[in-house]
């Protein structure tokens, strides 16, 4: 059996040595290498509309948009995929996403001309919605008697959860606010495009 002594090291020394080999290993595992497998951390664009300037579907050409019988200008979209860890989705996604979630809704954006915002994964539809109405920032009892008035909710496409966020304009004062859609069917019970 080999004795410490046999070493020629006393034992309080090469205890010290095992525990100040422990700390440096620590350091260069949580401070050095680098990490694998977690995104980096990107904050969602904040979307920027001016509350204050009402830009209803008064003077547009093209589709008509109304939500709960409200005709309605979309001013901005914000796409994510639903969960954390996600790139932006592609211009290709988006498009595709468009008509599927409301039909003939890439025909709106064409004639709308609405910003869009692609952020990245969120972790939950619910997170997604409060972050979403925040960002949009309408004026008032959160958009409620202003022309203003904001969407959320959750879209499948091709086997993938995302997560819509659409800002509107109306002509005229309104009682809607802020919608949050429960059920993914339900986008084309709120929103009609004809």
Request: net charge negative; proline share 9%.
């Amino acid at each position: 059996m080999l004795l410490l002594a046999d070493w020629g090291v006393p034992p309080p020394m090469l205890l010290g040595l095992i525990i100040g080999l422990l700390v440096v290993g620590l350091i260069f595992y949580f401070y050095v290498l680098p990490k694998k497998d977690l995104p980096p951390e990107v904050d969602p664009v904040e979307i920027a509309i001016d509350p204050l300037i009402p830009s209803g579907p008064k003077s547009l050409l093209g589709p008509d948009v109304r939500v709960y019988n409200v005709p309605v200008r979309i001013v901005a979209i914000v796409v994510a995929q639903a969960g954390r860890g996600h790139d932006l989705i592609s211009e290709e996604t988006l498009r595709g996403l468009m008509d599927h979630f409301l039909p003939h809704m890439m025909s709106v954006v064409r004639a709308h001309r609405p910003d869009v915002y692609r952020w990245p994964g969120q972790m939950s539809t619910k997170g997604f919605s409060q972050r979403f109405f925040s960002q949009a920032n309408l004026p008032g009892q959160h958009g409620e008697g202003t022309p203003w008035l904001a969407l959320s909710g959750r879209a499948d496409y091709q086997g993938t959860g995302y997560l819509i966020g659409l800002v509107c304009c109306a002509d005229d004062d309104n009682p809607l606010g802020q919608i949050t859609v429960q059920q993914k069917q339900q986008w084309t019970d709120i929103v009609r495009i004809s």
